[in-house]
């Protein structure tokens, strides 16, 4: 006579749904903790009298913390996998919005963003597609998907937090958002049962994979190609519309160039999930890096030609969407999916100066230039070294992994 049989484990999601779960998470996690942030400064400063720069000094103080957490964060999801760590993240950041609701001090806010900082670490992008590449059959087609819906993150939540701020107030809205934000946590727990980690055996707990990733000329050019795209990144952001404007655009025209970048973010995401295993990282990686030095050409040729901006807001468009799958896909390409979190962590940590001193230094070539003219053209010449940065690290590259 046998025994009781011990429970089995749950078994992995397929692909499909891990990615469609963890895009929902990403998709609401990235919208409340990150998107509407610009949202509230107004009303900030309005009620609380803080000047403009104090409460974004806030949001770099959080982004720094993000970027110092990143290898802490990867090395809990390669020994423990990320589902405990996202769902603990995501309930974090429920709290924390509710903490930044109630503030009324300056310390106050800013230790809360430090705290926020710490919860993005573990609740947003390299954790998600470190669980995707431990489990998913096709982490290159799963990831790709997650990215195609993620994209949608500011064309949901920057009318909703509008909308929410002008119903409820700026305090309102926070506690609105993050009623919202218990969502994730919720996901991760229930429905990402069965995901492993992706250290098991004899390697669980061991830091030996970013080490031999550190030794790889491949993990120090793809550091600097990702620091070059995050500098452009945070540095157009920021300042695009002030440059469109100084070009004496309308202010319908300035918004409408805006606004193409995130339709063709998303469809160049979709081509890339369409085309599935044909599109590797190496040509759509050279195509991403190659169009982002034409983008800012194109940005420098236009003035204010309507038409040309057109064209400057769809290779930049693509070529951003392009990137983000390297990012998420080209460390395990390149560098090998064990250790992956914590490589990705590391690779994240290295562009933290970058996208947090853009914005500063863009500023402070408009002001000894006398305007953005130079601005474009110095983006440029820094996309050609994510170019080159890129071929270098194809070029260390041992051969795919899955």
Not at 18 to 35: D, E, K, P, V
Not at 96 to 104: E, H, I
Not at 356 to 373: C, M
């Amino acid at each position: 006579m046998t025994g009781p049989r011990p429970p089995q484990p749950a078994a992995p999601p397929s692909d499909a749904a891990l990615s469609l779960w963890l895009a929902a998470a990403q998709t609401i996690s990235w919208g409340t903790l990150f998107t509407v942030f610009p949202l509230f400064v107004a009303p900030m400063e309005a009620e609380l009298g803080w000047s403009r720069a104090e409460i974004n000094g806030a949001l770099t103080a959080g982004l720094l913390a993000a970027g110092l957490a990143a290898i802490p964060a990867g090395r809990w999801v390669d020994r423990r996998g990320g589902r405990g760590l996202i769902t603990l993240a995501s309930l974090a950041g429920a709290a924390l919005l509710l903490a930044w609701s109630a503030t009324d001090r300056l310390w106050l806010f800013y230790l809360v963003w430090v705290a926020i900082g710490v919860a993005q670490a573990g609740a947003l992008a390299e954790p998600a597609y470190a669980v995707v590449v431990a489990n998913a059959r096709d982490a290159r087609r799963a990831i790709t998907g997650m990215t195609f819906i993620t994209g949608f993150t500011g064309t949901i939540f920057l009318p909703l937090g509008g909308a929410l701020i002008e119903a409820l107030g700026w305090r309102g809205a926070l506690v609105t958002l993050a009623a919202l934000q218990v969502v994730p946590g919720l996901i991760t727990a229930v429905l990402l049962r069965g995901t492993r980690p992706g250290l098991t055996g004899a390697a669980e707990g061991s830091s030996g994979p970013l080490r031999r990733a550190l030794r790889r000329r491949a993990f120090w050019a793809l550091a600097l190609c990702f620091c070059v795209h995050a500098f452009l990144q945070t540095g157009i952001v920021f300042h695009l519309i002030p440059l469109l404007q100084e070009r004496g655009l309308p202010p319908a025209s300035v918004l409408l160039v805006v606004a193409m970048h995130g339709p063709c973010q998303v469809a160049s995401r979709a081509a890339l999930f369409a085309l599935g295993k044909r599109a590797g990282p190496l040509p759509v990686g050279l195509a991403a890096t190659a169009l982002l030095p034409l983008a800012m050409l194109a940005l420098g040729l236009a003035g204010d030609r309507l038409a040309a901006l057109f064209g400057f807001a769809l290779l930049w468009g693509v070529a951003n969407g392009m990137m983000l799958i390297i990012r998420a896909t080209g460390v395990a390409e390149f560098l090998g999916a064990e250790g992956y979190g914590q490589i990705s962590g590391a690779l994240a940590t290295a562009t933290v100066l970058p996208r947090t001193a853009a914005p500063l230094a863009v500023a402070l070539i408009w002001e000894g230039a006398a305007g953005y003219a130079p601005v474009p053209w110095l983006f440029a010449a820094l996309g050609v070294v994510g170019v080159a940065a890129f071929a270098v690290a194809a070029s260390d590259r041992p051969g795919p992994t899955r």
